[in-house]
């Protein structure tokens, strides 16, 4: 009857949610150990200046290497490190990886540090990604002190990304933050521009340097003339302010000339390049220059 089949379907949905609960904490304890063991690895995504051609920095992204070798994206883990506080250290993990690899770039002839003959060098930038929950906590700030001294990477160099969701927390908190960061040299990113709430007033408040459009925008650029009337008046908007836009998810030549026709300063995406391990994003560099001579 129907209560027994109401009793079924809660027992079926326990069982389930039970299941779930199991899924998720056996998650935590392999992410803990792969923590520990250092199977985590950076990739990098290639960032191309629209008005040199040059290759202007690059965008750190983790993944997830499993012991039988698979690569796991950020999208099925950092979201339960976000909740669980586990992107603490996996944050901290990230920021000295990247210092590092950055500094050590600094020594290679044909790393991304060469001077080209455009004179792009100085820009040159490693950004990395931040959560809300990172920045939330007491010692971020020490902690980048620590690893910029620690490494020797310049901040010039260093490039915080974050969405706006950051902006909206603990404003008191965040705003000195913010500006403790941009005052070391450091570059601030707004990331997944245009996905959220922001509005320019608020963006104008904060010391943020670059504005990276989300790829759904760009998705929309070539066909949807509303949408190139709103990326042009971000552009405009930003360059206004002294920032610069940087567009990402490009994956066709249509959206590299759209973007350039209106005065976007960098294109990120699959269009140049998918995000590699850094033994490929070497090698594709330097295949990159010497086509380029
Ligand atoms: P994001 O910071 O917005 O990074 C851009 C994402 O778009 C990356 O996905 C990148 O691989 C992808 N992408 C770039 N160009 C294209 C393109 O042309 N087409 C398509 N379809 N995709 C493109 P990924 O690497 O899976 O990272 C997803 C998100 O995970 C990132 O979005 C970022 O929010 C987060 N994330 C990645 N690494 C870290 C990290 O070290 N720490 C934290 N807190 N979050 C991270
Ligand atoms: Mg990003
Ligand atoms: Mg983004
Ligand atoms: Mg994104």
Redesign the pocket.
């Given at each position: 009857d129907a209560k027994n089949s109401g009793r079924g379907r809660y027992a079926l949905f326990t069982g389930e949610l039970k299941q779930a609960q199991e899924a998720v904490h056996t998650l935590e304890l392999q992410m803990a150990e792969a923590l520990k063991e250092e199977r985590f690895v950076?990739?990098y995504?290639p960032q191309v200046d629209l008005k040199t051609g040059e290759v202007c920095g690059v965008?750190?992204?983790?993944?997830w290497v499993d012991k039988d070798g698979t690569v796991r994206?950020?999208?099925e883990f950092?979201r339960l490190?976000?909740e669980n506080g586990a992107?603490v250290p996996?944050?901290r993990w990230?920021l000295e990886r990247a210092c590092r690899t950055g500094r050590a770039w600094m020594e290679l002839s044909d790393g991304i540090t060469r001077p080209e003959p455009g004179g792009g060098r100085s820009e040159w930038s490693i950004s990395?990604?931040?959560?809300n929950r990172?920045l939330a906590g007491r010692g971020y700030l020490d902690h980048v002190d620590a690893i910029l001294e620690e490494t020797g990477f310049p901040p010039k160099h260093l490039q915080l990304?974050m969405?706006e969701s950051v902006t909206f927390t603990e404003e008191e908190h965040q705003l000195h933050l913010f500006t403790e960061i941009a005052g070391r040299g450091i570059r601030l990113a707004m990331?997944?521009f245009g996905t959220g709430y922001s509005t320019f007033s608020v963006i104008q408040s904060l010391p943020f340097h670059i504005f990276?459009l989300?790829?759904s925008m760009?998705d929309d650029l070539v066909s949807a003339p509303h949408t190139r009337h709103i990326v042009k008046a971000m552009i405009v908007m930003a360059h206004s302010l002294n920032q610069r836009v940087v567009a990402?998810?490009?994956?066709t030549a249509e959206q590299v000339e759209v973007l350039r026709e209106l005065g976007c300063d960098a294109v990120?995406?699959?269009?140049y390049s998918?995000?590699l391990p850094e033994e490929e994003l070497l090698a594709w560099l330097k295949a990159r220059r010497e086509s380029r001579v």
């Amino acid at each position: 009857d129907a209560k027994n089949s109401g009793r079924g379907r809660y027992a079926l949905f326990t069982g389930e949610l039970k299941q779930a609960q199991e899924a998720v904490h056996t998650l935590e304890l392999q992410m803990a150990e792969a923590l520990k063991e250092e199977r985590f690895v950076l990739y990098y995504q290639p960032q191309v200046d629209l008005k040199t051609g040059e290759v202007c920095g690059v965008e750190a992204l983790i993944r997830w290497v499993d012991k039988d070798g698979t690569v796991r994206p950020p999208g099925e883990f950092i979201r339960l490190a976000e909740e669980n506080g586990a992107i603490v250290p996996l944050g901290r993990w990230v920021l000295e990886r990247a210092c590092r690899t950055g500094r050590a770039w600094m020594e290679l002839s044909d790393g991304i540090t060469r001077p080209e003959p455009g004179g792009g060098r100085s820009e040159w930038s490693i950004s990395i990604n931040v959560s809300n929950r990172e920045l939330a906590g007491r010692g971020y700030l020490d902690h980048v002190d620590a690893i910029l001294e620690e490494t020797g990477f310049p901040p010039k160099h260093l490039q915080l990304e974050m969405t706006e969701s950051v902006t909206f927390t603990e404003e008191e908190h965040q705003l000195h933050l913010f500006t403790e960061i941009a005052g070391r040299g450091i570059r601030l990113a707004m990331d997944d521009f245009g996905t959220g709430y922001s509005t320019f007033s608020v963006i104008q408040s904060l010391p943020f340097h670059i504005f990276k459009l989300d790829k759904s925008m760009i998705d929309d650029l070539v066909s949807a003339p509303h949408t190139r009337h709103i990326v042009k008046a971000m552009i405009v908007m930003a360059h206004s302010l002294n920032q610069r836009v940087v567009a990402e998810g490009v994956e066709t030549a249509e959206q590299v000339e759209v973007l350039r026709e209106l005065g976007c300063d960098a294109v990120q995406g699959y269009y140049y390049s998918r995000p590699l391990p850094e033994e490929e994003l070497l090698a594709w560099l330097k295949a990159r220059r010497e086509s380029r001579v």
